[in-house]
């Protein structure tokens, strides 16, 4: 019986701690190998547990937007990989200082091919630490009016009006020009332009005009609406008339039913919406012959 124990103490040995393959002058025996497995499996709870702590700290902080949750926990997960794949490493006897030197070459090789990618990854964490853009912020970029679906780390998933979906790097909405419409707040200054005959009472435009902003449903109610004398054009004189709304994504919707508001209270008012018109003058030797030319037929 003693020798059967001791043959199997001596197989148990020979399994774990034979030498099965060799990195950089270290021997790798299985005993290494089940050491590694448990180091990486326990990264992968702990990065479980770190994540959902910085769940609840944004509860805690109010912080409900998932896009700024799911990227913040991203970024953990990789912090708590990178680490504990560093420890499991080290803990096989590996020289990590030998394994970065040697992989230094590629490294900065894979660096300037992947430029971009990291340029725009930096970007996306700026923009989550900042949180100058979030999940359902309203934008414009190059023109373009979008509202933000998905603020991911490389890239920005927004929609347009159009119902199209468009892939904006991060790289764009950090180092450009971005107008937010929805930073602070979602108010929004919706201007209509109308011009009336050079005839139109001016006051009475000015009030027609102020009573079609007062009864625009959308409008936010404690915000007065303006109306400004724009300019003395050709055939018009030409008004604005300017409202709060507090949804910049309806915009243009907003703006056709104000532009019918302005047409209603006008044609109330017996106002005139002037259109471009042209006023012939004949001289008096073609006038005569255009008379002589009419009595001839």
């Known amino acids: 019986m003693e020798l ?38 326990g990264t992968f709870w702990i990065s479980r547990g770190v994540g959902r702590g910085i769940e ?3 509860r805690m902080r109010g912080v409900t937007d998932p896009g700024t949750v799911g990227v913040t926990k991203r970024l953990a997960h990789y912090l708590v990989m990178f680490i504990g794949l560093a420890i499991a490493l080290q803990t096989m006897g590996l020289n990590l200082g030998a394994l970065f030197a040697a992989g230094a070459f590629f490294a900065v090789a894979i660096g300037f091919a992947m430029q971009n990618v990291a ?19 309203v934008l414009k970029v190059d023109g373009e009016v979008v509202r933000v679906k998905n603020l991911g780390l490389r890239m920005t998933v927004a929609r347009t009006r159009d119902e199209e979906d468009l892939i904006i790097p991060n790289s764009i909405l950090a180092q450009n020009i971005v107008l937010n419409y929805t930073l602070r707040d979602p108010l929004y200054r919706l201007r209509a332009t109308v011009g009336v005959a050079y005839s139109s009472d001016l006051r009475a435009v000015i009030r027609a005009l102020e009573q079609a902003g007062r009864t625009y449903e959308g409008r936010v109610a404690d915000m007065e609406p303006a109306v400004l004398l724009d300019s003395f054009g050709d055939n018009s004189v030409n008004f604005e008339l300017h409202v709060w709304i507090d949804d910049p994504w309806r915009e243009r919707r907003a703006r056709s039913a104000l532009n019918l508001a302005i047409w209603e209270a006008l044609k109330q008012a017996g106002i005139t919406i002037a259109f471009p018109q042209l006023d012939v003058h004949l001289d008096e030797p073609v006038v005569r012959s255009l008379e002589g030319l009419r009595r001839a037929s």
């Open 56 to 58: 609840r700290a944004f």
């Open 119 to 137: 340029q725009n990854f930096v970007s996306g964490v700026i923009l989550l630490a900042e949180r100058s853009i979030k999940n359902g912020d």
């Open 4 to 41: 059967e124990w001791s043959e199997i103490i001596r197989f148990l040995d020979n399994l774990f701690n034979r030498p099965l393959f060799t990195i950089s002058g270290t021997e790798i025996t299985f005993t290494t190998i089940v050491v590694f497995g448990a180091v990486i499996l």
